[in-house]
């Protein structure tokens, strides 16, 4: 088992749908949870980050950790063309062994149409 | 704003040749870091470094080494380019501690022939 799985999709919406993007991990020592975002021809990066279960939020952007579940997912509200991109979660345990290496899911490209 | 930057967007080499990426940060960054991202396997790590002349193994080193002789630049090298190294190679950096963002280079998309 893979510990971090991401589905690939792709996933195609219409501009103002809601989207939900999810991973599912194995490793429950991981505490500190992430989303980046990555354009075409571009370096990923850094959209949203939490330690805890619940919910976080950013504007049009709703990260949830649910640790009993070992579940995540990124929710994109009122969906825009400029969302386009592939949407990786990644994972550390913080100093559990890890030595800052973080688990990246391989990534959801979404594409948005108008 | 943190600024990483990659010496080639593209490069083409043929197998067996000697081949160097460079990364360099401008923003003090105590750890760097080389990713390789393929389709289907996402993102992989090949070796960062926590510090000058320090580096450890990520999850894929076998076939490349890397140098980091001063604080802002870190190196990949392929000593002998192989096709199964095409590759799209990302550098990052990151502050220093566990939960410091990594901020990634633009990538430089390797082709071996």
């Known amino acids: 088992q893979k510990e971090v799985e991401q589905d690939p999709g792709p996933l195609s919406v219409p501009e103002g749908a809601i989207v939900s993007l999810n991973c599912t991990y194995s490793?429950?020592?991981?505490?500190?949870f992430m989303w980046y975002r990555q354009y075409s021809r571009k370096g990923p990066e850094l959209l949203m980050y939490t330690y805890s279960s619940g919910n976080k939020e950013d504007g049009r952007f709703t990260a949830q950790v649910d640790k009993s579940s070992k579940y995540i997912s990124l929710f994109i509200r009122d969906s825009q063309p400029s969302d386009s991109a592939t949407y990786l979660c990644?994972?550390?345990?913080?100093?559990?062994?890890?030595?800052?290496?973080?688990?990246f899911g391989k990534g959801t490209l979404l594409t948005v149409n108008p | 704003d943190v600024k990483v930057t990659q010496s080639s967007r593209y490069l083409v080499k043929r197998t067996g040749e000697k081949v160097f990426l460079e990364c360099v940060q401008d923003m003090d960054h105590e750890n760097m870091f080389w990713y390789r991202q393929d389709p289907g396997l996402g993102l992989r790590l090949i070796y960062f470094?926590?510090?000058?002349?320090?580096?450890e193994k990520g999850d894929i080193p076998e076939g490349y080494s890397v140098s980091r002789e001063k604080k802002e630049r870190f190196s990949l090298i392929l000593e002998s380019a192989s096709t199964n190294q095409t590759s799209m190679y990302l550098c990052?950096?990151?502050?220093?501690?566990?939960?410091?963002?990594?901020?990634f280079g633009p990538g430089t998309r390797l082709t071996v022939l």
């Open positions: 470094s926590y510090d000058v002349k320090m580096k």
């Open positions: 990644a994972m550390d345990d913080l100093g559990g062994g890890s030595n800052y290496k973080l688990t």
């Open positions: 490793n429950s020592a991981f505490q500190y």
């Open positions: 990052a950096s990151s502050l220093g501690g566990a939960t410091d963002t990594q901020y």
